[in-house]
């Protein structure tokens, strides 16, 4: 059975979720839905990468992803078909994709050509555009028959960590906080392992606060399970499942979590002081 994943910045409360599976099911009742998120913040690219390029990696080959963010239709803008790791990408050429994969090269760029005659009317891009040429590569469909191969699509620049070496120090910032308040920085353990090697000590700042050692878990913050909930609420530094640096209070939630008790945002600073 083929699947298509639906991402938006739509919400749950208006109608464009329902309309966009009810057209899917209405081409191909056979295929398999799934929702990674529709809660994005409108139109936020850099927040919408972080979630697909760590969800997409554990669906099957072959897979076909709607991302439905920034994507109203305008007539002197692309709609595209990424093809990378395997799977099929639909979305609007803002830039996304490069986001997503600016590590990874596609195997194949395709300009959609559905609905670009002079006399089509598009109302709602996802339903109109992303949902046949979908609907066509699950059911076996080639790219060609609804695309025009194109080398290259828009591409943005993903922010990233950086190393002063006069000042010893690795500067990242924060791209991203999650639904417990956590918050993920764009630096990589990679990165930081590499610069690490030539110092002997280093201290984490943000704000006015500082850390002095990175747990590889969130549960590695507890050095005694019998005592588990006294370190509810414990400040930590972790690399996540994506191997980035993140801000946690142990146990925290969205009101309660590094969020709220740091007091950081997106696109804030965060230093690594190499001594």
């Known amino acids: 059975m083929s699947i298509i994943t639906l991402t938006s910045d739509f919400g749950n409360?208006?109608?464009?979720?329902?309309?966009?599976?009810?057209?899917?099911l209405s081409l191909n009742p056979e295929v398999n839905i799934i929702d990674i998120t529709h809660e994005i913040q409108a139109f936020n690219l850099i927040q919408t990468s972080y979630i697909v390029r760590n969800a997409?990696?554990?669906?099957?080959?072959?897979?076909?992803?709607?991302?439905?963010?920034?994507?109203?239709?305008?007539?002197?803008?692309?709609?595209?078909?990424?093809?990378?790791?395997?799977?099929?990408?639909l979305a609007a050429d803002n830039g996304l994709l490069s986001l997503i994969f600016f590590d990874i090269k596609p195997e194949a760029i395709y300009?959609?050509?559905?609905?670009?005659?002079?006399?089509?009317?598009?109302?709602?891009?996802?339903?109109?555009?992303?949902?046949?040429?979908?609907?066509?590569?699950?059911?076996?469909?080639?790219?060609?028959?609804?695309?025009?191969?194109?080398?290259?699509?828009?591409?943005?620049?993903?922010?990233?960590?950086?190393?002063?070496?006069?000042?010893?120090?690795?500067?990242?910032?924060?791209?991203?906080?999650?639904?417990?308040?956590?918050?993920?920085?764009?630096?990589?353990?990679?990165?930081?392992?590499?610069?690490?090697?030539?110092?002997?000590s280093f201290t984490i700042k943000f704000r006015n606060l500082s850390l002095s050692r990175i747990f590889s878990s969130h549960t590695e913050v507890v050095?005694?399970?019998?005592?588990?909930?006294?370190?509810?609420?414990?400040?930590?530094?972790?690399?996540?499942?994506?191997?980035?640096?993140?801000?946690?209070?142990y146990k925290g939630s969205k009101k309660n979590g590094a969020k709220s008790l740091f007091g950081l945002n997106v696109g804030e600073n965060i230093y690594i002081e190499f001594s």
């Not at 669906?59 to 991302?67: E, M, N």
């Open 13 to 24: 409360l208006d109608y464009r979720v329902a309309a966009v599976k009810g057209k899917i």
């Open 223 to 249: 050095s005694d399970w019998k005592r588990e909930t006294e370190f509810h609420g414990q400040s930590a530094a972790i690399f996540n499942d994506s191997q980035l640096l993140e801000l946690t209070i």
């Open 111 to 200: 300009e959609l050509t559905l609905n670009n005659r002079f006399d089509d009317v598009i109302n709602f891009t996802s339903t109109d555009i992303f949902v046949p040429a979908a609907v066509h590569l699950a059911n076996g469909g080639l790219p060609e028959v609804i695309g025009r191969k194109i080398n290259t699509a828009k591409q943005l620049m993903f922010p990233r960590a950086v190393y002063n070496e006069s000042e010893g120090m690795i500067i990242g910032e924060v791209t991203y906080i999650d639904n417990f308040g956590n918050i993920i920085s764009n630096i990589n353990k990679d990165f930081f392992e590499n610069i690490s090697k030539g110092y002997n």
């Open 56 to 89: 997409y990696k554990y669906f099957p080959k072959g897979s076909i992803h709607i991302l439905s963010v920034d994507s109203f239709y305008h007539k002197s803008r692309k709609n595209i078909i990424y093809k990378a790791d395997g799977s099929y990408f």
